[in-house]
């Protein structure tokens, strides 16, 4: 029905820079927020950045000033650019959406989910 795919993972040097994109596909009617989250093992997963169809942004305050999160509504598809990677920000990246669906009878809300991308900082 509803499909998120994520790509851009990767290694990287500390104080190097990576692209993550995450494209929905399926029988959608619309998306509202956007986002990406990441997790460490043994760790909940946490926020990394969303933003709104209108384009209005939030971030975690540990990537303000080095990541940008965009999107791009005609393609359901959103970035995330990390500058200036750190050791820390070694983790799993999980693309969100909050998508509308349409499920051949009616229009359904989901909670959407990508399958995870690994992104490694070496020191």
């Known amino acids: 029905q509803v499909q998120l795919v994520e790509s851009g993972g990767g290694l990287v040097q500390a104080g190097g820079s990576l692209r993550l994109s995450c494209a929905a596909s399926?029988?959608?009617?619309?998306?509202?927020?956007m986002g990406w989250y990441r997790q460490t093992p043994g760790n909940q997963r946490e926020l990394v950045a969303t933003?709104?169809?209108?384009?209005?942004?939030n971030y975690a305050d540990s990537v303000k000033g080095r990541f940008t999160i965009s999107r791009d509504n005609a393609n359901n598809t959103v970035y995330l650019q990390m500058n200036n990677l750190k050791p820390e920000d070694t983790a799993a990246y999980y693309c969100?959406?909050?998508?509308?669906?349409?499920?051949?009878?009616?229009?359904?809300?989901?909670?959407?989910w990508g399958q995870g991308t690994l992104v490694t900082v070496s020191s």
């Open positions: 933003i709104t169809s209108g384009g209005s942004t």
């Open positions: 399926g029988s959608i009617f619309s998306i509202n927020v």
């Open positions: 969100y959406a909050y998508i509308r669906y349409y499920t051949g009878s009616y229009y359904k809300p989901l909670d959407a």
